[in-house]
């Protein structure tokens, strides 16, 4: 059995027909395991993901299995790196696992164990939300040997007691009618409440189901989500921001692929409640993902009312499954549900210390890690990464780069300036290095030096409206306006969408008189934005001055007076925390 590692999203949507036709013949497969749901999670995980692919070894093209799964790494606080492989439907995916054609099961798991324990880096394996009854995964998990890896069932607890518990997922196996279902799964007052209430919506004037479509598409999700927030926003704390795009994203995602149920119960122009299940088609299931309602209104009762339709149009429409999903909440066995029970297994490698000759395979992630800190603004893990890259190839061009830009955002000047010129070195011809190392020379005033290195920039890059741009401000800087505006209006045609060069061929004409009080006002908002954009990329000092400029065009704009007050309070602070810095290391 031949495994080969697709890691890239274009090759993903090449395979969806071969995925599609493993995945349909597979009676384990869920929909977590979906190309659908996978296609719209994948472009939100941040860490590095892969697909192993299986195929036979004789002349057959067409691959039999697929395992998704990422790589995570860790940095030590003391230097060096660890690395982790999850399930890629982590943190998102209530199950996990592998799909896999009938009769390939004992070929397939050997060939993915014996290229995940001997191909890959890793100190762990974090095997989470795998069904109990999955006997592909516990095979697969038998064959790590214990003579060279440690298994451990981990559950982590909550520390709510009131919190479900998220290693049971309830479900119904669904009967062919409604009646059926109606007679055989509920109890007597739970059917007598379906049934009324169900009538009660369908003969009411007052109360009315909508289902999504194309038309209200937007505003059934965000009711929904407006709902879910009201109740959940608080308890998920600093993970309700990532699990709410999830939910956007996903939604929209899913209903372009035909496999959104959302509908929402209303009192007149009144939403009462909303409920979302994606509808998997191949495997005839429906699955409960989110649900919302107004915490003021109980009778009717929305969630009863929503989820008894749901199951209604899944019998109605052939499905066998209407899935919960995880976390075992009393209300969802009022259903007639069974329980299926998850489990979480750790892998550890215990001789992965004395594997560490193979670093440099994983220098990619750290990168990546560290990039994704720098992206975030923290900046304190980002320069631990970029050293410790460093370290291991000192000659790293990413990471010079990267740590070269961290330096300059931290105002260390001279080692930012060592670090681009050492990458200069590397890659004598790298346009981003120059252009940095330029605008580096610029920061601090040293204006020649700035002119001469964009001035290499340009004899490899004619075309750089960025480096037009920068040329012009120094111009402007040297009181020289025509020539700044010209270089501005150079960039512009180069690149008519590039807003700094537009913003500062105004603020040239603004100094000059020559930008109507209409433009004025329309300008004085866009040097707010790149006062605000600059900010957030750390270069304080071009911050201020869209600020005080944004300020002098139009000295009304709160907005602009409130953002230059913030962030010289801001460089206060810095100055005042950098002060302690350097007294305490004078002292010691």
Same mark, same amino acid.
């Given at each position: 059995?031949?495994?080969?590692?697709?890691?890239?999203?274009?090759?993903?949507?090449?395979?969806?027909?071969?995925?599609?036709?493993?995945?349909?013949?597979?009676?384990?497969?869920?929909?977590?395991?979906?190309?659908?749901?996978?296609?719209?999670?994948?472009?939100?995980?941040?860490?590095?993901?892969?697909?192993?692919?299986?195929?036979?070894?004789?002349?057959?093209?067409?691959?039999?299995?697929?395992?998704?799964?990422?790589?995570?790494?860790?940095?030590?606080?003391?230097?060096?790196?660890?690395?982790?492989?999850?399930?890629?439907?982590?943190?998102?995916?209530?199950?996990?696992?592998?799909?896999?054609?009938?009769?390939?099961?004992?070929?397939?798991?050997?060939?993915?164990?014996?290229?995940?324990?001997?191909?890959?880096?890793?100190?762990?394996?974090?095997?989470?939300?795998?069904?109990?009854?999955?006997?592909?995964?516990?095979?697969?998990?038998?064959?790590?040997?214990?003579?060279?890896?440690?298994?451990?069932?981990?559950?982590?607890?909550?520390?709510?007691?009131?919190?479900?518990?998220?290693?049971?997922?309830?479900?119904?196996?669904?009967?062919?009618?409604?009646?059926?279902?109606?007679?055989?799964?509920?109890?007597?007052?739970?059917?007598?409440?379906?049934?009324?209430?169900?009538?009660?919506?369908?003969?009411?004037?007052?109360?009315?189901?909508?289902?999504?479509?194309?038309?209200?598409?937007?505003?059934?999700?965000?009711?929904?989500?407006?709902?879910?927030?009201?109740?959940?926003?608080?308890?998920?704390?600093?993970?309700?921001?990532?699990?709410?795009?999830?939910?956007?994203?996903?939604?929209?995602?899913?209903?372009?692929?035909?496999?959104?149920?959302?509908?929402?119960?209303?009192?007149?122009?009144?939403?009462?409640?909303?409920?979302?299940?994606?509808?998997?088609?191949?495997?005839?299931?429906?699955?409960?993902?989110?649900?919302?309602?107004?915490?003021?209104?109980?009778?009717?009762?929305?969630?009863?009312?929503?989820?008894?339709?749901?199951?209604?149009?899944?019998?109605?429409?052939?499905?066998?499954?209407?899935?919960?999903?995880?976390?075992?909440?009393?209300?969802?066995?009022?259903?007639?549900?069974?329980?299926?029970?998850?489990?979480?297994?750790?892998?550890?490698?215990?001789?992965?210390?004395?594997?560490?000759?193979?670093?440099?395979?994983?220098?990619?992630?750290?990168?990546?890690?560290?990039? /994704?800190?720098? /992206?975030?603004?923290?900046?304190?893990?980002?320069?631990?990464?970029?050293?410790?890259?460093?370290?291991?190839?000192?000659?790293?061009?990413?990471?010079?780069?990267?740590?070269?830009?961290?330096?300059?955002?931290?105002?260390?000047?001279?080692?930012?300036?060592?670090?681009?010129?050492?990458?200069?070195?590397?890659?004598?011809?790298?346009?981003?290095?120059?252009?940095?190392?330029?605008?580096?020379?610029?920061?601090?005033?040293?204006?020649?030096?700035?002119?001469?290195?964009?001035?290499?920039?340009?004899?490899?890059?004619?075309?750089?409206?960025?480096?037009?741009?920068?040329?012009?401000?120094?111009?402007?800087?040297?009181?020289?306006?025509?020539?700044?505006?010209?270089?501005?209006?150079?960039?512009?045609?180069?690149?008519?969408?590039?807003?700094?060069?537009?913003?500062?061929?105004?603020?040239?004409?603004?100094?000059?008189? /020559?930008?109507?009080?209409?433009?004025?006002?329309?300008?004085?908002?866009?040097?707010?934005?790149?006062?605000?954009?600059? /900010?957030?990329?750390?270069?304080?000092?071009?911050?201020?001055?869209?600020?005080?400029?944004?300020?002098?065009?139009?000295?009304?704009?709160?907005?602009?007076?409130?953002?230059?007050?913030?962030?010289?309070?801001?460089?206060?602070?810095?100055?005042?925390?950098?002060?302690?810095?350097?007294?305490?290391?004078?002292?010691?």
């Amino acid at each position: 059995m031949k495994i080969v590692k697709i890691d890239s999203f274009e090759t993903f949507k090449k395979i969806r027909g071969n995925w599609d036709s493993v995945y349909t013949a597979d009676p384990q497969a869920h929909f977590f395991l979906s190309w659908v749901w996978l296609s719209g999670w994948l472009p939100m995980v941040h860490e590095s993901w892969f697909i192993l692919a299986a195929k036979p070894d004789s002349g057959d093209s067409s691959y039999v299995a697929f395992f998704p799964l990422k790589m995570r790494l860790m940095h030590h606080d003391g230097g060096g790196f660890e690395t982790e492989i999850c399930m890629a439907g982590n943190s998102m995916a209530d199950y996990t696992g592998f799909i896999c054609l009938p009769g390939y099961e004992v070929e397939v798991i050997n060939a993915f164990a014996t290229h995940i324990q001997q191909k890959l880096v890793w100190s762990s394996f974090d095997v989470k939300s795998i069904l109990e009854y999955d006997t592909r995964m516990s095979l697969f998990l038998r064959s790590f040997p214990g003579d060279s890896f440690e298994l451990s069932q981990l559950r982590i607890q909550s520390k709510n007691e009131d919190d479900p518990d998220n290693y049971i997922a309830p479900y119904v196996s669904l009967p062919n009618n409604w009646e059926n279902y109606l007679q055989n799964y509920v109890s007597s007052n739970t059917r007598q409440k379906i049934r009324r209430f169900l009538r009660k919506i369908e003969t009411s004037d007052e109360f009315h189901i909508t289902h999504v479509d194309a038309n209200n598409l937007k505003s059934h999700i965000e009711i929904l989500l407006g709902f879910w927030t009201t109740r959940w926003r608080k308890h998920k704390g600093d993970n309700y921001d990532v699990i709410i795009d999830y939910y956007r994203l996903i939604l929209h995602h899913c209903f372009k692929n035909n496999c959104l149920y959302l509908p929402v119960l209303w009192q007149g122009d009144r939403p009462l409640g909303a409920i979302a299940n994606f509808v998997d088609v191949q495997q005839k299931s429906m699955l409960f993902v989110i649900t919302g309602r107004d915490q003021t209104h109980n009778n009717p009762p929305p969630g009863l009312i929503l989820h008894s339709d749901a199951i209604r149009y899944a019998i109605e429409n052939g499905y066998k499954v209407y899935d919960f999903l995880r976390g075992n909440e009393e209300y969802k066995y009022s259903f007639g549900t069974k329980e299926r029970h998850i489990q979480h297994i750790v892998v550890k490698d215990k001789n992965y210390q004395n594997r560490q000759q193979d670093v440099k395979q994983i220098l990619p992630l750290a990168l990546q890690l560290a990039i /994704r800190h720098h /992206r975030a603004n923290r900046l304190i893990k980002a320069e631990q990464g970029y050293r410790q890259i460093l370290e291991v190839e000192s000659n790293h061009p990413e990471a010079l780069y990267g740590l070269g830009i961290l330096m300059r955002q931290k105002g260390e000047y001279q080692t930012a300036e060592n670090l681009l010129s050492k990458l200069l070195q590397v890659q004598p011809n790298s346009l981003k290095a120059l252009f940095s190392l330029g605008n580096l020379y610029q920061t601090q005033g040293q204006l020649s030096k700035a002119v001469e290195t964009y001035n290499q920039v340009l004899s490899l890059e004619p075309k750089s409206a960025a480096v037009h741009n920068n040329l012009g401000y120094i111009l402007q800087i040297q009181g020289k306006w025509e020539e700044a505006i010209t270089c501005y209006q150079k960039a512009l045609e180069l690149h008519p969408g590039c807003i700094e060069a537009e913003v500062n061929r105004a603020n040239a004409l603004h100094a000059l008189g /020559r930008l109507s009080p209409e433009k004025q006002a329309h300008y004085a908002a866009l040097n707010n934005d790149l006062g605000s954009r600059s /900010r957030q990329t750390g270069d304080l000092k071009t911050a201020v001055a869209y600020y005080q400029q944004s300020i002098s065009m139009n000295p009304d704009l709160a907005e602009a007076q409130s953002n230059l007050e913030l962030l010289l309070q801001e460089q206060i602070k810095q100055e005042i925390q950098s002060s302690k810095e350097k007294t305490t290391l004078t002292r010691a």
